[in-house]
């Protein structure tokens, strides 16, 4: 069997799909390892991982808080990507170091987004590496424009004009390369070929193939995306790491009454919730619904929800474990938060924080099954009715239904896996 390593860098959202896909392949009995942050040792190798530390400057936000104030900065809507890029560059020679060391004797390295050093070591040692994208916002299709969030409204002058799109991404390219200098600095002290594009945008695609791991119903393929790309479906990701007994009172909230109402925020918005939480229980109380709060520990954003039998708050429960109880999801559209809700086949309500957020919230709008909201305008006045519609229209729940049912056929972790194991037989 072949040894796979993983490089990967992000949030919990960006790891939990490589953890999913690991697991199916380690099963398989294939030898894989992740490559990354030591932040996400103890999750990784408490699903049976092989943990392989790759340096870089996220290692430094080691507590809670410097993590919590870490995500609210790279939220900011127009400095947001800088920083991320800036930290991930900050150590990109130990980062390629480590990386250059890890897959000496590997057969197949699979990279994210952020793990710039990957491109770069793969061909220094002429080891076969796929890319993978985890929405389709970050292939900047000119025949499929995502929706941009430091300016939404520009996806107004596609229908105008096409080629207007093709200027901005040479703008917003041109605009980053110098965020990129350290890789070509990189390049340069190790007599290394230059990247073949722009780090952030083409140059992190393989030639070899990128997984674009979200469903088929999500996007289509588009001419200009990366060659040999191909879409696997969702790679849903499960843990549960809430204490039995509070899984066992929230079993006894739910059986005791209607579907609740679910207000979640994933891993990352979830630091940065602010009101969202206070705004969702008045919601739930005017509308006479119950509801289910899950609010991710931070003591902060609830303390001023009064209780009541009609809400029940806990920390953290695996979504797939949830959310096919609930009536509807209201959730940041971060993009494993949203596989599962289509999963669950519920209508959902997205309030986009950042990122691709406000792409995938448009998505699901166009797709039949949800609506979406910026997080500026959620409050009780704006969100209520929405939540009321989803609710009391029937055709959400149709089309929840039959988006969700071609979800699960996809079986996106084994479509994966099985395109993994075509290119090691290649």
Same mark, same amino acid.
């Given at each position: 069997?072949?040894?796979?390593?993983?490089?990967?860098? /992000?949030?919990? /959202?960006?790891?939990?799909?490589?953890?999913?896909?690991?697991?199916?392949?380690?099963?398989?009995? !294939?030898?894989?390892?992740?490559?990354?942050?030591?932040?996400?040792?103890?999750?990784?190798?408490?699903?049976?991982?092989?943990?392989?530390?790759?340096?870089? =400057?996220?290692?430094?936000?080691?507590?809670?808080?410097?993590?919590?104030?870490?995500?609210?900065?790279?939220?900011?809507?127009? +400095?947001?990507?800088?920083?991320?890029?800036?930290?991930?560059?900050?150590?990109?020679?130990?980062?390629?170091?480590?990386?250059? =060391?890890?897959?000496? @004797?590997?057969?197949?390295?699979?990279?994210?987004?952020?793990?710039?050093?990957?491109?770069?070591?793969?061909?220094?040692?002429?080891?076969?590496?796929?890319?993978?994208?985890?929405?389709?916002?970050?292939?900047?299709?000119?025949?499929?424009?995502?929706?941009?969030?430091?300016?939404?409204?520009?996806?107004?002058?596609?229908?105008?004009?096409?080629?207007?799109?093709?200027?901005?991404?040479?703008?917003? +390219?041109?605009?980053?390369?110098?965020?990129?200098?350290?890789?070509?600095?990189?390049?340069?002290?190790? !007599?290394?070929? @230059?990247?073949?594009?722009?780090?952030?945008?083409?140059?992190?695609?393989?030639?070899?193939?990128? $997984?674009?791991?979200?469903?088929?119903?999500?996007? %289509?393929?588009?001419?200009?995306?990366?060659? !040999?790309?191909?879409?696997?479906?969702?790679?849903?990701?499960?843990?549960?790491?809430?204490?039995?007994? @509070?899984?066992?009172?929230? *079993?006894?909230?739910?059986?005791?009454?209607?579907?609740? $109402?679910?207000?979640?925020?994933?891993?990352?918005?979830?630091?940065?919730?602010?009101?969202?939480?206070?705004?969702?229980?008045?919601?739930?109380?005017?509308? @006479? *619904?119950?509801?289910?709060?899950?609010?991710?520990?931070?003591?902060?954003?609830?303390?001023?929800?009064?209780?009541?039998?009609?809400?029940?708050?806990? #920390?953290?429960?695996?979504? #797939?474990?949830?959310?096919? %109880?609930?009536?509807?999801?209201?959730?940041? /559209?971060?993009?494993?938060?949203?596989?599962?809700?289509?999963?669950?086949?519920?209508?959902?309500?997205?309030?986009?924080?950042?990122? %691709?957020?406000? #792409?995938?919230?448009?998505?699901?709008? +166009?797709?039949?099954?949800?609506?979406?909201?910026?997080? *500026? +305008?959620?409050?009780?006045? =704006?969100?209520?009715?929405?939540?009321?519609?989803?609710? =009391?229209?029937?055709?959400?729940?149709?089309?929840?239904?039959?988006?969700?049912?071609?979800?699960?056929?996809?079986?996106?972790?084994?479509?994966?896996?099985?395109?993994?194991?075509?290119?090691?037989?290649?």
């Amino acid at each position: 069997m072949a040894k796979i390593l993983f490089t990967c860098f /992000g949030s919990y /959202g960006d790891l939990f799909p490589y953890l999913a896909l690991a697991k199916e392949l380690q099963q398989r009995g !294939h030898d894989v390892a992740i490559g990354t942050t030591s932040i996400f040792q103890l999750q990784i190798e408490a699903e049976g991982i092989r943990f392989v530390h790759l340096r870089n =400057n996220l290692d430094v936000y080691s507590t809670a808080p410097e993590i919590r104030a870490f995500i609210r900065r790279i939220f900011d809507p127009l +400095k947001g990507g800088e920083l991320i890029t800036r930290e991930m560059m900050a150590r990109i020679e130990d980062t390629y170091q480590d990386t250059l =060391n890890a897959i000496e @004797k590997v057969d197949l390295v699979i990279s994210n987004p952020l793990a710039y050093a990957t491109p770069i070591a793969c061909r220094q040692r002429q080891i076969t590496w796929l890319s993978t994208v985890l929405a389709p916002m970050f292939f900047l299709s000119v025949y499929d424009p995502p929706i941009i969030s430091v300016a939404p409204w520009v996806q107004k002058i596609h229908r105008f004009s096409p080629p207007l799109y093709r200027g901005l991404f040479k703008l917003i +390219k041109a605009a980053t390369l110098s965020w990129t200098k350290p890789v070509y600095q990189l390049c340069e002290r190790h !007599h290394l070929p @230059k990247p073949s594009g722009n780090p952030l945008f083409e140059g992190q695609y393989s030639p070899h193939g990128t $997984l674009a791991m979200f469903s088929e119903c999500f996007a %289509d393929p588009q001419p200009d995306w990366p060659v !040999h790309t191909h879409i696997t479906g969702f790679p849903l990701y499960s843990r549960e790491i809430s204490e039995n007994n @509070k899984r066992q009172a929230l *079993k006894h909230f739910i059986e005791a009454g209607d579907a609740p $109402l679910v207000f979640a925020l994933g891993s990352s918005a979830v630091n940065m919730a602010d009101d969202f939480y206070v705004v969702s229980a008045a919601i739930t109380r005017q509308l @006479k *619904k119950r509801a289910v709060l899950v609010y991710g520990g931070h003591d902060d954003h609830i303390s001023n929800i009064p209780p009541g039998d009609d809400l029940f708050i806990i #920390d953290y429960v695996s979504y #797939d474990q949830l959310f096919p %109880d609930a009536s509807v999801i209201v959730h940041q /559209g971060g993009i494993g938060t949203l596989a599962q809700s289509l999963c669950a086949q519920r209508p959902m309500l997205v309030v986009p924080f950042g990122f %691709d957020q406000f #792409d995938n919230g448009e998505r699901i709008a +166009k797709l039949g099954l949800g609506k979406y909201l910026s997080r *500026k +305008k959620y409050t009780v006045d =704006n969100a209520l009715p929405i939540i009321e519609e989803l609710l =009391n229209q029937t055709s959400y729940q149709q089309q929840a239904n039959k988006v969700g049912q071609f979800v699960q056929r996809e079986n996106g972790i084994v479509k994966a896996a099985n395109r993994v194991e075509t290119y090691l037989m290649m």
